[in-house]
């Protein structure tokens, strides 16, 4: 079983940043980060192939948002810029020892941290 730790959130006027951080227990072929808004599916932000050291961003973050591990710390960082207020949602951080593409669907991570609130006003 890994336990996934996130910590990092907070709120912020837009344009502002914040860095959310997920630490891992154990290692994990992959570690990403998914979003829920209010009254919305929980969506993909970000992923990390820790094995192949390979990052997957968005389309809808990309130039904003980046992510990166630190392997040591078996931790993993978004660093999020230019924050809007439609970035507002609560970050959850994923994992899964299991190969494979398709980072971005939700279904293929068993391992998944408690949250951490974002909020970004106007």
């Known amino acids: 079983q890994v336990q996934l730790e996130e910590s990092g959130g907070g709120s912020v006027q837009a344009g502002g940043s914040l860095r959310l951080s997920c630490a891992a227990s154990?290692?994990?072929?992959?570690m990403a980060w998914f979003r829920q808004a209010p009254g919305k599916g929980r969506d993909a932000v970000a992923a990390?192939?820790?094995?192949?050291?390979?990052?997957y961003i968005d389309d809808s973050v990309k130039g904003r948002f980046t992510i990166s591990r630190d392997s040591a710390k078996r931790t993993l960082y978004l660093q999020m810029n230019s924050l809007q207020p439609e970035d507002t949602a609560v970050y959850y951080c994923?994992?899964?020892?299991?190969?494979?593409?398709?980072?971005?669907?939700?279904?293929?991570?068993?391992?998944w941290g408690q949250g951490t609130q974002v909020t970004v006003s106007a």
């Open positions: 154990q290692y994990t072929y992959i």
């Open positions: 990390y192939y820790t094995n192949h050291e390979i990052a």
């Open positions: 994923a994992a899964d020892h299991a190969e494979g593409l398709y980072w971005y669907d939700r279904a293929r991570y068993r391992y």
